[in-house]
């Protein structure tokens, strides 16, 4: 089993920038990250991926302003997020998916507000 804890949200000024981290429990090295997102109301959605060999990917909607990056040796992934939109306002879920075993780990989420 393997947890996941969130830090880094906050509130912060449409322009501006936060870094989300993700804490893992164990390694991450043979891990697929990544980060999803949920407004009240909607569906969870991807944000961004990050393959176990450092392949990455983006939803549309974020690429060019966010970058996923991870630290194998810190068992951390990072989501660096500049000119934030007030629609980039969610709460922001870290995702880990082992496919040794084909499983995937939530964490509880960290809310990010973006409003002037």
């Known amino acids: 089993q393997v947890q996941l804890v969130e830090s880094g949200g906050g509130l912060v000024q449409p322009g501006g920038s936060l870094r989300l981290s993700c804490a893992a429990s164990?390694?991450?090295?043979?891990?697929?990250m990544g980060w999803y997102r949920r407004t009240p109301g909607k569906e969870r959605e991807f944000v961004a991926r990050?393959?176990?060999?450092?392949?990455?990917n983006y939803d549309d909607s974020v690429k060019g302003r966010f970058t996923i990056s991870r630290d194998n040796a810190k068992n951390t992934v990072y989501l660096q997020m500049n000119s934030l939109k007030p629609e980039d306002t969610a709460v922001y879920y870290c995702?880990?998916?082992?496919?040794?075993?084909?499983?995937?780990?939530w964490g509880q989420g960290t809310q990010v507000t973006v409003s002037s």
């Open positions: 164990g390694s991450i090295s043979t891990t697929h």
């Open positions: 990050i393959f176990r060999g450092g392949v990455t």
């Open positions: 995702n880990a998916y082992s496919p040794q075993i084909a499983t995937e780990y």
